[in-house]
Every structure is written in C-alpha cells, then in structure tokens.
C-alpha cells in the first residue's frame, strides 16, 4: 500500500491506496468520480482521459505508483457544474456531440488541454489532437466535436458568448431544430450514469449482462437449422445459398417441376425460409 497526497478538482485528498491500481479505479471505485468512464480500458479509445499536471493522461491504464505526490488532476467534474459549465461543455450541447454521451468527457478533457497549450486551432489541428489523443467517438462522426471545439474557442478568446451558442426556439415546434437534446447537460458534466456508474453507486445491487448465442442462429426444433440439416448432406450433394433459395420460390409458387439448375434436396430438410433480410443471407453455411 502506498499513501497519496493528491489535488483532485481543486480539493486536497489523502488516500492510501494499492500502488498498482489504476487512476481510475481509484477515482471511479474510491471516490466515485464516474464521469471518467472506462470504455475499452487499455487505453485505446480515450473515454478514460483525465488532466494530471497538465497533461491528457489515460486513467484506465496510469498505475497509482506513476503520480507524483501532490498531483493536480482534473475530472470532467471537475471542469464545469449543472449551473456553471465550462464553454466547452455548452458548445457540446449545442453542437449535438452528447449523442449517447460515452465518449463525452474524455473528449471534453481532450479539447480543454488542447484550448490551453493554443486558443486558436485550425479544425486540422484539433482533428489531429483527438487524433494524437485516440479519442473515439461511435456516434456523431467527428465533425461535430470540431465544430464544438472551435466554437468553445472562440467563446474562450472572447469573440462570442457561451449563451449565444445555444439554441432558442422561436416557434411552436423543435422539430428539426438544434434544440438541444435533454439528457445532454449530465452527459457534458459526467453526470449522467450508465449501468457500470450505477453499479458502483448502489452497491449489491443486481448486475445483469447480455450474453451473446455462441451460435449464429437457432431454430425451434421442429425447423432445424439450415446449417444442421444441410451438415448430414455429402459435400458433393451440398446445395449453395443462392439454388437453395431458388428451389424455395420454385416450391412456393406451386411448381411442380424442380429448376435444373438446383440441385437434390434431401427429403428429410426442410425447405429453408425465403430470404427475408440481410441478417438472413449472413446465416448461409460455409462451403
Ligand atoms: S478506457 Fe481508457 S483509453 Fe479506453
Ligand atoms: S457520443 Fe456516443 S460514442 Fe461519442
């Protein structure tokens, strides 16, 4: 065990802690910091990203035994509030970024060390910083948050106020308006909790998981699967996806006289459901 001395978000704390823990457990598990999330925690994707001295640093993957003592770190929570957001945070907002909202403080915390070393980026060099930072986002496509980050900018030189980066609706309706979305001032602060943060804070609660069929697909047993059925046939006599189907459209419209280009069908199998969907045609066997 070591001792700590750190300043996390501008209030001084003594922990005494396992040295190879890592900075986010220790915020996440020990102070329930939980706006630093852990996405693919091994330091890939930047969900993770905290300031320590200055720097954008990896939490999921800084052991404890790295910080100095009396380090300045830096949360998404620690950046703005509910009431008083940082230019960042609002042009988030404004801009449509918190879109699931995973990705949203580590990219917040990004763009903030990125405003501090050059207040006045060109968008190459703010695409190249979340670059440099591996910042991942799955939802918004990226141009957004260059947007946003060059509004916050500008809004930290002085040339615009936050306020006015925010959208007022004038009519009746918001309906394909930048209104902006209701869950997205939590996801900008790090207050919005997703399951793991839920976990953390209401302890012995229930956990599910979803787990995923080890097969592709599978059928009831009165249809066997197409993969099952056509596994008793000789390779040779192996029907393709394409004249299987063939011969089902053959049979579904009454004819009696087989297309020869299909070949046998084993009496046994069932004839396979007509194509209904792309997820369908990806069931196909390998030949
Ligand atoms: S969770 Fe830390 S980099 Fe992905
Ligand atoms: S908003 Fe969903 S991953 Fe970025």
Redesign the pocket.
């Known amino acids: 065990m070591i001792r700590k001395t750190l300043v996390i978000n501008g209030v001084t704390r003594n922990l005494v802690l396992d040295k190879d823990e890592t900075l986010a457990t220790v915020l996440r598990e020990h102070l329930l910091l939980t706006g630093c999330k852990i996405g693919c925690g091994e330091g890939h994707c930047g969900a993770c990203n905290v300031i320590v001295n200055g720097k954008v640093t990896k939490a999921c993957i800084f052991k404890m035994s790295r910080i100095p003592d009396n380090a300045e770190i830096t949360t998404i929570e620690g950046v703005g509030t509910l009431t008083d957001m940082h230019p960042l945070q609002v042009a988030w907002m404004a801009y449509g970024?918190?879109?699931?909202?995973?990705?949203?403080p580590g990219?917040i915390i990004s763009a903030k060390v990125l405003l501090e070393q050059n207040p006045n980026p060109t968008r190459e060099e703010v695409r190249d910083w979340f670059n440099k930072q591996r910042n991942?986002?799955?939802?918004?496509g990226y141009k957004p948050l260059i947007d946003a980050t060059m509004a916050a900018a500008a809004v930290l030189r002085g040339e615009m106020k936050k306020e006015d980066l925010i959208f007022k609706p004038t009519g009746d309706s918001i309906k394909g308006t930048k209104y902006i979305r209701p869950s997205a001032a939590q996801?900008v602060t790090g207050t919005w909790d997703f399951g793991a943060d839920d976990a953390l804070k209401m302890p012995g609660c229930l956990r599910l998981a979803l787990t995923q069929a080890k097969v592709s697909h599978s059928s009831p047993p009165a249809a066997p699967t197409r993969s099952t059925a056509w596994s008793c046939c000789p390779s040779t006599t192996r029907p393709t996806a394409s004249s299987v189907l063939s011969s089902a459209r053959t049979r579904s419209s009454s004819s009696v006289t087989p297309s020869p280009s299909s070949p046998p069908i084993p009496r046994s199998m069932p004839a396979p459901p007509p194509r209904r969907s792309r997820s369908t045609s990806r069931s196909c066997p390998p030949t």
Do not use: W
């Open positions: 970024c918190a879109q699931c909202g995973f990705c949203t990219f991942l986002c799955r939802c918004t996801k």
